[in-house]
């Protein structure tokens, strides 16, 4: 990992208690910028409240993030303007759905950025393109089909320029025959330099295109390392045991 | 029949299968349907009934004033309508927000204006405030009475519907909204608002149609000629010309008004379930 340069993410001593249910027992992680991390783990190892108390989706319970360059934990942080420099993206899309593609790539642009119309529209359009959604832009988002959903939601955070990506499961609620063309733009996005922390049970895109692998269970960081490592030659029983369940489903 | 299938005696094809026996059971609805009207059309004083509602002279002498009153229904209910939705939107608001002072009173405020009777609300613009606060005066004279004596009623309603609405919009539309930066207002303004009002469209024009009822309620001010609603006005004549046609007329005259709001509602929930 690159240690010269100051990390765009830093979690320190995180916990996040739900009631009773302590998810998150104390990560601390550090992604440096053009990273690509992927967080791996049995469902409940806490990798998606990980995520959402990146960008204080989730409150924590105990423990410091800087994301962004922003302090996210301090008492004066100013979330909504950090949040600008944060994209997500959802397991469920959660596209706008009053509004056309076209809107809901601008609408942040112009309500929370003042961009000018025309630049904005201008902007979506670039987005759009890069995402491969074109001529869809006056259709509302229950007319397009989950992939090309999912593909619009990442031009929609990607029109407010940020400097760091949360994936949220972003092919999990997809078909199989649309999973591919989301994690093509997803591995394009890559390929540029974006710095992605994204939650995924796709090992093959995990071992193609992360720089890191984090395996989560009982809410630590279990094993951590590049994907040839983590993925192909697991050091704990736990990991060891979770990815024969993922690769071999039917064993 | 009962014999026969509780005994199982009968040979099998005595019993009826279960389609000839729904038949048998639809041809005895139709003749009691029947019965039912026959013996209305004999029992009936025809002569009289036509006398009492049917008077062609008395219901074309109704016209053209009728239509003071009619236009005066709309605009009552369109007034105190707006008035709820302009107190009843924030009030929804108000009910789901985070600030417990503001959730206590719009909370208080729909329990009260839910719970009183329309008519008593409307008493207490019309005179008990007027003798609480000497020398009020409601913008537009009566008109503004009845915006705010059914609209504060009316907004009670509306506030609960948008407030389902609100809730009736997905977590995850707020969360994409708040991850692109958007503080808590914005998305309410931007995202949570506009979908919930569609959500609440049907119930809204229900109440829509509820207010044109309502605004019946309105004599209760005291009305003149021009300021008068069309029951008043329908009571008025029924009691000049001593014949119940004018009553006709004037139920006519409402159906106008709310067989095609309840018409637009449906297609609007239609419309609501394709997107």
């Known amino acids: 990992m690159n240690t010269e340069a100051t990390p765009i993410v830093r979690v320190r001593g995180l916990r996040k208690r739900f009631g009773d249910n302590e998810v998150l027992r104390g990560i601390d992680l550090d992604i440096a910028e053009g990273e690509v991390v992927c967080l791996i783990g049995p469902s409940g190892s806490g990798k998606s409240t990980l995520l959402r108390c990146v960008n204080l989706l989730e409150t924590p319970t105990d423990g410091t993030i800087t994301a962004a360059g922003h302090d996210m934990t301090g008492p004066d942080a100013d979330l909504d303007a950090a949040r600008r420099d944060i994209g997500m993206v959802f397991q469920q899309f959660n596209l706008f759905s009053h509004l056309t593609i076209l809107d809901n790539v601008t609408i942040a642009q112009r309500r929370v950025s003042k961009t000018p119309r025309d630049e904005a529209i201008a902007e979506a359009r670039r987005r759009l393109a890069e995402v491969g959604i074109e001529g869809k832009e006056q259709a509302k988002p229950s007319q397009l089909s989950g992939g090309q959903q999912q593909r619009v939601a990442i031009a929609r955070a990607l029109a407010m320029k940020p400097k760091l990506m949360l994936f949220d499961e972003p092919t999990s609620a997809l078909d199989p025959e649309l999973v591919g063309e989301v994690l093509g733009v997803m591995k394009g996005l890559a390929a540029e330099g974006m710095t992605m922390l994204v939650v995924t049970h796709e090992m093959s895109f995990a071992r193609e295109v992360a720089d890191r692998v984090l395996f989560l269970d009982g809410g630590v960081i279990v094993e951590s390392g590049p994907p040839a490592e983590v993925l192909s030659n697991p050091q704990t029983e736990r990991a060891r045991s979770f990815l024969h369940r993922i690769l071999h489903p039917v064993d | ?275």
């Open chain 2, 1 to 275: 029949m009962d014999a026969a299938t509780d005994t199982g005696a009968e040979p099998l094809d005595r019993r009826m299968t279960p389609r000839q026996r729904r038949r048998l059971s639809r041809a005895i609805q139709y003749a009691v349907l029947a019965a039912v009207v026959i013996a209305l059309a004999v029992v009936a004083d025809w002569g009289r009934i036509a006398d009492s509602f049917f008077q062609l002279d008395i219901a074309a002498a109704m016209f053209p004033a009728v239509w003071t009153p009619f236009w005066n229904t709309i605009v009552y209910t369109l007034l105190a309508f707006v008035f709820g939705m302009v107190v009843g939107v924030p009030i929804a608001l108000m009910r789901v927000s985070t600030f417990g002072p503001y959730r206590w009173f719009a909370t208080g405020y729909v329990e009260i204006f839910r719970g009183l009777p329309a008519l008593l609300v409307l008493f207490l613009v019309g005179f008990g405030v007027p003798q609480a606060f000497p020398g009020i005066q409601y913008p537009g004279g009566v008109y503004g009475q009845v915006a705010i004596g059914l609209g504060l009623t009316s907004s009670a309603y509306i506030a609960e519907s948008v407030r389902a609405g609100i809730q009736a919009v997905p977590k995850g539309q707020i969360e994409a909204a708040r991850s692109l930066g958007m503080s808590h207002t914005r998305t309410m303004v931007t995202v949570v608002l506009p979908q919930a009002l569609r959500i609440v469209i049907p119930p809204l024009t229900n109440e829509l149609v509820m207010l044109t009822k309502d605004s019946s309620l309105v004599f209760v001010l005291g009305v003149t000629t021009a300021t008068m609603e069309l029951s008043k006005f329908a009571r008025n004549e029924l009691t000049s010309e001593a014949n119940a046609t004018p009553l006709l007329v004037g139920g006519l005259l409402y159906l106008l008004l709310t067989i095609p709001l309840g018409l637009l509602a449906r297609r609007l929930e239609k419309r609501g379930e394709t997107r």
